[in-house]
């Protein structure tokens, strides 16, 4: 019976593993796309690549994964550079990118801080 049973066990099992990547791939490439919109910097590509896979604790106290995926921005068209961003369960943990030189004032530096989030977006415009 166990034998009938786990060939179409591990064909689902891996199905649902490759959907849950597809989905999250899609939602770092959203969320990459967000951050260089944000910062007035052009997603090159339009894509992201899984970096780092790993398991991690989340604030719900499961395991969950933790993936970090690297992508390719440029700053005034000429230039390439690579900024990362982690992801826990779909939620955003961290990103990494260069910023521009005339960044809007609240951007001095590499770190945003999430609680300003909605202050820089409303200034920009």
């Not at 395991?63 to 690297?70: A, F, Q, V």
């Not at 590499?110 to 202050?119: C, K, P, Y």
């Amino acid at each position: 019976m166990l034998q009938t049973l786990l060939p179409p066990i591990l064909i689902l099992l891996g199905f649902y593993l490759w959907q849950s990547a597809l989905k999250a791939r899609e939602q770092a490439r959203a969320i990459s796309h967000a951050l260089c919109a944000q910062a007035r910097v052009q997603l090159l590509d339009q894509t992201v690549a899984l970096q780092r896979l790993g398991i991690a604790r989340g604030a719900d106290g499961w395991l969950h994964l933790r993936r970090r995926y690297r992508f390719e921005l440029s700053i005034d068209g000429l230039d390439r550079h690579q900024g990362t961003l982690e992801l826990l369960d779909g939620m955003l943990l961290s990103h990494s990118m260069p910023i521009r030189d005339d960044a809007p004032a609240g951007l001095a530096s590499n770190v945003i801080d999430l609680s300003s989030r909605a202050l820089i977006s409303t200034t920009r415009n």
